[in-house]
Every structure is written in structure tokens, then in C-alpha cells.
């Protein structure tokens, strides 16, 4: 860190190249640097069954860096565990009695979508 940014009596202007460090970005800098970032969300789909104990899972692709959501059509899909690459989920199906019911034995579709 240079001296400056140490020094409460001198006055460093924001660095408007975001490349000097030790001294405070300019926010319209950082704002347009942001906005030149795409991120850009994937979407897969996954036709699984669920096994006797209500439980499915679903290998990631190789481009993942991140899960964003997991969507159903018919079941509540709970993520248990996530182990080299897969996720393990408990799925459940409608609330009667205020009691989550499982779902053993049933085709679901799945949307991963991701980053």
C-alpha cells in the first residue's frame, strides 16, 4: 500500500482505471465494470425416480461453478447432500394435515439451473 493512502492529509483522487491499489474506485468505474460482466444462467433438465425412501440424484454438468435452483412441477425437491459432483434430494409431495408426504417410487422432472 502506498504512503498516501495512509496519510489522512493528502487527498488521492478515486482511480478511475480500478487498477491502483491502495487508493479508493471510482463508483462509476466500478458500476460500468459491473455491468460489463454477463453472467449467464444454464438450464438442464433431469427425467429421474425417486428411489424407496423418496430420495434422487442428479449429476451435475461439468461447466457448473454454481447450483442457483432446482424446480419440480410435483414435488418439494430438498437437497440433502452434494458429494464429487452430486446432489442427493429428499422429495416430497402435497401437504395434507400439515404433514409433508413422500413421493417413493415416482417419475419427477427436474430443472437445474445454474452458473
Known sequence: ???AANNPYVVT???KTLSVEGVA???KA???AIKATELVVKHKLYNVTTDQ???TS???PND????LYFACDK???WPRNFTNGTFIFQCFGKITDQVLNTLPSTNLSINLYYL
Open 1 to 3: 500500500m502506498s504512503g
Open 13 to 15: 483522487p478515486p482511480d
Open 25 to 27: 474506485a471510482d463508483a
Open 30 to 32: 466500478v458500476g460500468d
Open 53 to 55: 425412501y423418496s430420495q
Open 58 to 60: 442428479i449429476s451435475v
Open 64 to 67: 457448473c461453478t454454481a447450483a
Open 75 to 77: 414435488a418439494l425437491v
